[in-house]
T-cell receptor, first 115, second 114 residues
Framework: EPEVTQTPSHQVTQMGQEVILRCVPISNHLYFYWYRQILGQKVEFLVS????????KSEIFDDQFSVERPDGSNFTLKIRSTKLEDSAMYFC?????????????FGDGTRLSIL | GENVEQHPSTLSVQEGDSAVIKCTYS??????FPWYKQELGKGPQLIIDIRSNVGEKKDQRIAVTLNKTAKHFSLHITETQPEDSAVYFCAAITIGGDAGKSTFGDGTTLTVKP
C-alpha cells in the first residue's frame, strides 16, 4: 500500500537555526498537510496546501513557518528561526481530494528537538 | 473555529470486552469524522470514518455512530484484543478554502489487558 514518507525521523537543531522537514506524499495525491504533536498532546493542524499554494493555516503557522513543493514529489516544512517550543513531532499527510469524505494518510513523523 | 472534545482520556478494559470512546464537536459545518489509531512512534492511522449523511458505519469489530443533531460521534470496539491498545483520536473536518482542516480531539489511551 502506498505510504507517506518523512525524513529525517529525528532532527536535533540549535535554537535560532533554520530547519527543513521533508515529506514525500502518496504519488497521486493532490492535497498536502502538516500537523504538529507536542509530546503527550493532541495532533494540531498547521497548514494545508493545494495547487502550489496554501489553502488553510492555523494560528500556530506564523511567519516563522513556510511550506513548499519544490518538485513533483517532495513537500517541505521550513521553520526559519527555531524556538524551544517548536520541539514536537511533525506529521505530514496527503489526500487525493480535499472533499470532506476523503481520508488523509499520515506519515510516521519527524521528531524535532530544539536545544 | 471548530472545537472537538474527546472522552475518556484513558480507558482500560479486559480482553474481549467492548470499548467506547465519545467525541463532541462544535461546528455544524463539519461533515466528515475520521477516527485514527496511533501506536507508539507512529503516525495516526485511519481506522474508520463517517460522513454526516450516515448515522452508523461498521467494519468488523469497529463501528462509529454519528448524531448530527447533538453533534457527537462515538467509536465502538467490540471483542477487544491486546493489539487494540493504542491512543485513539477522533477528528472533525471543517470545510473551508480548497482543503479541509482537521481538528483533533485530545486522544484516548486504550489499554486492553490480556
Amino acid at each position: 500500500e502506498p505510504e507517506v514518507t518523512q525524513t529525517p525521523s529525528h532532527q536535533v537543531t540549535q535554537m535560532g537555526q533554520e530547519v527543513i522537514l521533508r515529506c514525500v506524499p502518496i504519488s497521486n495525491h493532490l492535497y498536502f498537510y502538516w500537523y504538529r504533536q507536542i509530546l503527550g498532546q493532541k495532533v494540531e493542524f498547521l497548514v494545508s496546501f493545494y495547487n502550489n499554494e496554501i489553502s488553510e493555516k492555523s494560528e500556530i503557522f506564523d511567519d516563522q513557518f513556510s511550506v513548499e513543493r519544490p518538485d513533483g514529489s517532495n513537500f517541505t516544512l521550513k521553520i526559519r528561526s527555531t524556538k524551544l517550543e517548536d520541539s514536537a513531532m511533525y506529521f505530514c499527510a496527503s489526500s487525493e481530494t480535499a472533499y470532506s469524505n476523503q481520508p488523509q494518510h499520515f506519515g510516521d513523523g519527524t521528531r524535532l528537538s530544539i536545544l | 473555529g471548530e472545537n472537538v472534545e474527546q472522552h475518556p482520556s484513558t480507558l482500560s478494559v479486559q480482553e474481549g470486552d467492548s470499548a467506547v470512546i465519545k467525541c463532541t464537536y462544535s461546528d455544524s459545518a463539519s461533515n466528515y469524522f475520521p477516527w485514527y489509531k496511533q501506536e507508539l512512534g507512529k503516525g495516526p492511522q485511519l481506522i474508520i470514518d463517517i460522513r454526516s449523511n450516515v448515522g452508523e458505519k461498521k467494519d468488523q469489530r469497529i463501528a462509529v455512530t454519528l448524531n448530527k443533531t447533538a453533534k457527537h460521534f462515538s467509536l465502538h470496539i467490540t471483542e477487544t484484543q491486546p493489539e487494540d491498545s493504542a491512543v485513539y483520536f477522533c477528528a472533525a473536518i471543517t470545510i473551508g478554502g480548497d482543503a479541509g482542516k482537521s481538528t483533533f480531539g485530545d486522544g484516548t489511551t486504550l489499554t486492553v489487558k490480556p
